[in-house]
């Protein structure tokens, strides 16, 4: 810790190794930069997978077939393959039935694991909200952010109630819909957030709601 109190950490790996010597037991530590196979949970249907391939983010394929295995990530029972080097990947899941879902891998060197860092994302581009059962006049609608149009594409269908949000980059996006009130019951607007790994964009939309409450 510095003067200003930032704190900096090193980590160190070791590999302990327990021998028995006599009656004495005898412990030395192997130091190592070593990093395992990982597991990393897709959020895929547990029966009717015919398979699951992995591909760099630039479509090469580097496993048309991979080993696949039910295991506990993040808590929960998934459908899990293993990663033996750190990278951006793309794994797509078959199904019996012929569709298939796409997930962004990223896999990083954790320094304080033996394990890589995981994050991933299920591939959602593309969400197509209905706000015809919602209360509200939802005629005029403006993208609050400056940078707005950079992170999605909004367009509305015809004079409808539908709306198609396409993510293009990451951020977060807010669509008010002018014509509704602070004060009166409805809908104020959408809170839209957009990820990426790589190539594979993740799309989250959330309603607004005005709340006599807060």
Do not use: W
């Not at 070791?14 to 990393?40: A, G, M, W």
């Not at 249907?45 to 990530?73: A, H, Q, V």
């Not at 990278?87 to 320094?111: F, H, L, M």
């Amino acid at each position: 810790m510095d003067a200003t109190g930032s704190e900096s950490r090193v980590y160190k790996k070791y590999y302990v190794h327990v021998t028995k010597d006599s009656s004495q037991l005898k412990i030395n530590f192997e130091e190592t930069e070593d990093v395992l196979p990982t597991n990393v949970g897709l959020n895929a249907k547990k029966e009717s997978i015919e398979k699951i391939s992995l591909s760099t983010m630039n479509g090469t394929i580097l496993n048309d077939n991979m080993e696949f295995k039910n295991c506990k990530y993040m808590g929960s029972d998934e459908t899990c393959i293993t990663l033996t080097e750190p990278g951006e990947y793309i794994a797509t899941v078959k199904y019996v039935n012929g569709t298939q879902v796409r997930y962004g891998i990223q896999a990083t060197v954790n320094s304080s694991s033996f394990y890589f860092g995981t994050r991933l994302l299920e591939e959602n581009q593309t969400v197509t909200v209905d706000l015809s059962e919602d209360k509200g006049d939802f005629s005029e609608y403006e993208i609050k952010n400056t940078n707005g149009s950079d992170v999605i594409k909004f367009t509305r269908e015809g004079n409808s109630d539908i709306f198609h949000i396409e993510g293009v980059s990451e951020g977060n996006v807010y669509i008010d819909f002018p014509k509704n009130d602070e004060g009166k019951e409805g809908l104020l607007g959408l809170n839209i957030n957009v990820q990426k790994i790589g190539s594979i964009i993740h799309v989250v939309v959330n309603r607004d709601y005005y709340d006599p409450y807060h």
